[in-house]
């Protein structure tokens, strides 16, 4: 019996989902590429659509990770201390894409979401990292607790997209 029974049907599910929308996301931005090209288009992408993305695919990552069958804890525990780095340090590298870009002005919905919470998702993957050999199950719910906001974030920030280009910037066409 390993640590990680149990879990499956959480990670299959939920990294299911996390393909499943990344999928659905590039059907849409395929869909919305019709429309007219805003100023500076390619700079809000990589700050408003990608990390949509980066966070689905992160989900999926971590749902295979919580899926392998490992020996022990320590490789578990290095690999989500990496996506916790690499994830933090791309919200910051967000930020300065937000700031940077000029097709769109964010509001603070837009700092909570493409900011603050990915941040603190990937902080709470941290702690994960550094509690698994201490407080096992713990970490275990931590990685769950980080893995599902990701998931949620993508999901609101996917809705937000689409409905910004549905209902403000089809008048503009």
């Known amino acids: 019996m390993t640590v990680f029974e149990g879990w499956q049907n959480f990670y299959v599910?939920?990294?299911?989902?996390?393909?499943?929308?990344?999928?659905l996301q590039f059907?849409?931005?395929?869909?919305?590429?019709?429309?007219p090209i805003i100023n500076d288009a390619q700079a809000a992408g990589a700050a408003f659509a990608t990390p949509t993305?980066?966070?689905?695919?992160?989900?999926?990552?971590?749902?295979?990770?919580g899926n392998a069958p490992w020996n022990g804890l320590t490789s578990v525990s290095v690999?989500?201390?990496?996506?916790?780095?690499?994830?933090?340090?791309?919200?910051v590298v967000v930020a300065r894409r937000m700031r940077a870009q000029s097709a769109y002005?964010?509001?603070?919905?837009?700092?909570?979401f493409h900011v603050l919470l990915p941040l603190v998702a990937y902080v709470v993957l941290a702690i994960?990292?550094?509690?698994?050999?201490?407080h096992t199950r713990l970490a275990l719910f931590l990685v769950g607790a980080s893995?599902?906001?990701?998931?949620f974030i993508g999901i609101?920030?996917?809705?937000?997209?689409?409905?910004?280009?549905?209902f403000v910037m089809s008048g503009k066409e």
């Open 156 to 166: 609101h920030n996917a809705w937000d997209a689409v409905t910004y280009h549905v």
């Open 128 to 134: 994960s990292a550094f509690s698994i050999a201490t």
């Open 147 to 151: 893995v599902l906001m990701l998931l």
């Open 105 to 112: 002005k964010p509001v603070l919905e837009d700092w909570l």
């Open 79 to 91: 690999l989500w201390g990496l996506v916790a780095f690499c994830g933090a340090a791309y919200v």
């Open 27 to 35: 059907v849409v931005i395929t869909l919305i590429a019709a429309r």
């Open 53 to 65: 993305i980066v966070h689905f695919a992160i989900v999926l990552l971590l749902s295979a990770i």
């Open 13 to 23: 599910i939920v990294g299911s989902s996390a393909g499943a929308l990344i999928g």
